[in-house]
């Protein structure tokens, strides 16, 4: 798909790996709907990716909010052709702490849900409304979600580690049923990257994950871009995660 007048929506796009998405695509000539949960942010951040981007309040978990941005957008800008599924949620913790014999804490049904809601149910919702509306279209189009390193399970993520493993799972199960109406989908699962949520890590867990990757770095928001640029314009990837860890899972 040539990125030149298309319209993306991005998810979690007011910071970022979604900002940093929306203006590689930006760059290309590409129009973008930027959600996020705050209006002024994903105005801000849509002034940008150019005059004729747009920024839209929405919350990803609840499905009125994104039937309404969804149909907004379309209305906006007359045609729907990729979507970025990258809104996601942290809250870790582990399944259970003990010690000396006694239960001290255990992870929250809040915990799981809220991190549930947005990530998992998030993409659903999005990803439902988007197919819906680029089949109406006709003009066929492409899903990513991104998943992450995680979901191959990883300590003190019981609920990241699960949503991201489902949304991997997406990615083959709506490249098979969304073929017919020339839609693609792809995924990007991240190692450890630059970010907010990174920025948010303990030093030294931070520096012994470098170490651990066979680069020795963080991965750069920029490669996570040039990811989901490459699914976009390449017609022959469809249903498949790019590994984008750095070697870190091997």
């Not at 809040?110 to 680029?134: H, I, K, P, Y």
């Not at 991240?190 to 020795?216: F, N, Y």
Request: proline share 2%; charged share 20%.
């Amino acid at each position: 798909m040539q990125v030149e007048n298309k319209v993306f929506v991005v998810t979690g796009a007011a910071r970022g790996l979604g900002l940093a998405m929306a203006q590689a695509i930006a760059l290309k000539g590409g129009k973008l709907a930027l959600l996020d949960l705050n209006q002024t942010a994903a105005t801000e951040a849509a002034k940008t990716c150019g005059p004729e981007s747009r920024g839209y309040a929405c919350n990803v978990a609840d499905e009125a909010s994104v039937e309404a941005a969804f149909a907004k957008i379309c209305k906006d800008f007359g045609r729907l052709d990729g979507l970025i599924n990258n809104a996601g949620l942290l809250r870790d913790g582990l399944l259970i702490k003990h010690k000396d014999g006694q239960l001290i804490d255990k992870m929250s049904l809040s915990q799981w849900q809220s991190v549930v809601d947005v990530n998992l149910t998030g993409t659903f919702l999005c990803g439902r409304e988007a197919a819906a509306a680029m089949a109406n279209f006709g003009n066929g189009g492409v899903i990513i979600n991104i998943s992450s390193i995680a979901r191959a399970g990883n300590m003190g993520q019981t609920n990241y580690a699960a949503t991201k493993s489902g949304v991997a799972s997406m990615v083959t199960t709506w490249g098979r049923e969304l073929s017919r109406f020339n839609i693609r989908t792809g995924g990007i699962a991240p190692g450890v990257i630059e970010s907010d949520m990174t920025a948010s890590m303990k030093p030294e867990m931070l520096q012994r994950l470098e170490k651990l990757a066979p680069v020795g770095r963080l991965g750069k928001p920029q490669e996570v871009s040039d990811s989901a640029l490459f699914i976009i314009e390449n017609e022959y990837f469809t249903g498949r995660l790019i590994e984008l860890d750095g070697g870190l899972r091997m």
